[in-house]
């Protein structure tokens, strides 16, 4: 089970300079670790998502059941509304049965996602019978693609580390 | 004025040890992860990664966060703002020893 020399000393083979060539085949092994340990795509993604795909549908929802049956003792946009929230209940709970790691920075990330997310929802709760509701109901997918734009830019930057890590490798055993 | 010291006086001894390595950097890149999911991802066991878990807290690197899920004990891992400056000067030092043509960061 285990594959680490208990004994030598990372990169220092009888003495406490690390050679060049043990240095870049540590910063390669740093690189490759830290891109591996985080999953690609991040679970809170998904579960970021199905909110917005949720907030844009309860919100047209609440707009189009609001315009469609007025008067009726069933209250069409309550039933959106409730359905919607067990959607974003089942959403923010997902992330929580995979239990994988988040990447450095995407908790305060998340937040901010999730504040913004917040917002547009009250907003299209408030004024989801209004004409509003058209303007808002789109600003969920903008808010998702910029989510998702952000956490590929970081995916592919830790990646470009990797490999600029093990191209160093390479380059240095390189005869 | 004095010469530029060699960049391996800039290593961290904490560093020295492999597992002590890749724990750092397995934790580095994350904001916390759970002692199984570590110990899975590094190959050790139970043991070496206690071990070296408790001399890196003892170091100042890593916070070990104890709870319970349901009755199950549970250790959540996470580097400290501390632990994560000194590993990031610790690559540095790395880079620079690799590449001496990279200059110090600290004396800029």
């Given amino acids: 089970m285990d594959t680490h020399s208990d004994s030598l000393p990372t990169g220092d083979r009888g003495g406490d300079r ?21 999953e690609a795509v991040p679970s809170v993604l998904i579960s970021f998502a199905i909110l917005c795909a949720t907030g844009t549908m309860a ?29 974003v ?18 908790a305060t990330r998340w937040l901010i996602y999730m504040g913004s997310w917040g917002v547009l ?5 408030l004024l989801g019978d209004s004409s509003a509701a058209l303007v808002l109901a789109p600003l969920f997918l903008v808010l998702f693609m910029i989510a998702a734009a952000t956490e590929a ?21 390189a005869p | 004025m004095s010469a530029p010291q060699h960049p391996r006086f800039a290593l961290d001894s904490s560093l020295a040890h492999p597992v002590r390595f890749s724990l750092v950097a397995a934790l580095a890149s994350v904001e916390k992860v759970a002692f199984g999911d570590l110990r899975d991802e590094l190959q050790v066991s139970d043991s070496v990664l ?33 632990g994560l400056v000194r590993w990031r ?7 620079r020893i690799a590449d001496p043509g990279i200059p110090d960061r600290r004396s800029s």
Wanted: net charge positive; proline share 6%.
């Fill in chain 1, 18 to 38: 690390p050679t060049p060539e043990e240095a870049r085949r540590m910063l390669a092994d740093a690189a490759r670790i830290g891109h591996r340990t985080p």
């Fill in chain 1, 59 to 87: 919100t047209l929802g609440v707009h189009l059941a609001a315009r469609m049956i007025p008067g009726s003792t069933f209250n069409a946009p309550l039933a959106v509304t409730l359905m919607a929230m067990a959607w």
């Fill in chain 1, 89 to 106: 209940f089942v959403a923010i709970i997902v992330p929580f049965l995979f239990r994988r790691p988040l990447r450095r920075g995407l």
């Fill in chain 1, 121 to 125: 929802w009250a907003a299209s709760m």
């Fill in chain 1, 153 to 173: 830019k970081r995916t592919r930057t830790a990646q470009a580390e990797e490999e600029a890590a093990q191209s160093a490798v390479v380059d240095g055993e």
């Fill in chain 2, 50 to 82: 206690s071990k070296q878990i408790a001399e890196l807290e003892k170091a100042g690197f890593v916070r070990a966060t104890k709870s319970f899920v349901g009755k199950r004990p549970r250790t959540t891992l996470s580097l400290t703002s501390d």
């Fill in chain 2, 89 to 95: 000067g610790h690559l540095d030092a790395l880079r």
